[in-house]
């Protein structure tokens, strides 16, 4: 099994070493203490990246994941695992975890039982990537399994560190009413209840939630809304829902700098 981690622990002692060679080991048991220390860096770097991703889902709500599978998986593979990067499966996992995806527990958020189906299964979709994981890197696979198992507490504790700007879901109240202005063209700037006539500001968090969600499943509305053809058109949609959302956002900007709001 020795053999097997030297690899990795020639790669950091290298970049150690003045010569920026691999420095020879005498004996079993000092090859053994370099591969403790490694091991532990490697943790506590792992530790790091996950936990930001947990306080990033704690603000952001879905939004975030939904962003972090669109830029990370499209630039990296699933078990891309380096010394100063978990793999992305388990990164994945805590992350459907926070949303529920593996039943509810106190990494989940408050508020997400009631997403859209269609957002649901989306999520859903992913968990085959990341449960069960399966590592071919042995040296990598040990690491991971103490912080597998504790990923809900590290869920748990990004929810309570910023439990005043948490993302809370609204989704009938909320998101449902700023899907269908983004779907209609309109910049999700304003929350209107005609049947009690009553009106308010959302968020740029719930601004950027209802924009993903559009992106991931109304697409061919969004389409027919400028007559165009989403599956032939597909760059070009695109393009008009981001820039549509972006405007959301400057305006929400204006509107917080003219009321004062930090």
């Given at each position: ?8 622990v ?16 005498p ?18 770097t792992?530790?790091?990246e ?32 380096s ?15 926070m949303?529920?995806c ?31 994981l399966d ?14 198992k ?9 929810k309570?560190?910023?439990?005043d700007w ?21 910049p ?33 509305r969004?389409?027919q ?11 070009a949609?695109?393009?008009?829902l ?21």
């Amino acid at each position: 099994m020795l053999e097997r981690y030297q690899a990795e622990v020639s790669a950091v002692s290298a970049a150690d070493s003045p010569s920026g060679q691999m420095p020879l080991y005498p004996n079993e048991n000092e090859l053994r203490a370099q591969i403790a220390v490694v091991a532990n860096n490697t943790v506590t770097t792992w530790l790091e990246e996950l936990g930001s991703d947990a306080v990033g889902f704690a603000l952001f709500g879905p939004a975030f994941f939904f962003a972090w599978i669109h830029l990370v998986v499209s630039i990296q593979l699933i078990e891309n695992a380096s010394p100063s990067h978990p793999p992305n499966s388990l990164r994945i996992k805590l992350l459907l975890m926070m949303m529920g995806c593996f039943g509810q527990n106190t990494a989940s958020l408050d508020g997400l039982d009631d997403l859209p189906d269609d957002i649901k299964a989306y999520a859903n979709n992913w968990k085959s990537t990341c449960d069960p994981l399966d590592l071919s890197d042995q040296f990598w696979a040990i690491i991971k399994t103490p912080i597998d198992k504790s990923l809900e507490d590290m869920g748990r504790v990004a929810k309570e560190a910023v439990r005043d700007w948490k993302y809370v879901n609204n989704q009938a109240k909320i998101i449902n009413p700023l899907r269908e202005l983004v779907i209609h063209g309109i910049p999700p700037n304003e929350i209107i209840d005609f049947e009690n006539k009553s009106f308010d500001y959302p968020g740029m968090i719930h601004i950027l939630n209802a924009g993903w969600q559009v992106l991931l499943t109304e697409m061919e509305r969004f389409a027919q809304t400028f007559g165009k053809d989403y599956k032939t058109n597909k760059i070009a949609i695109k393009e008009m829902l981001n820039s549509i959302i972006l405007k959301a956002v400057e305006l929400d900007n204006i509107r917080r700098i003219c009321q004062g709001i930090e």
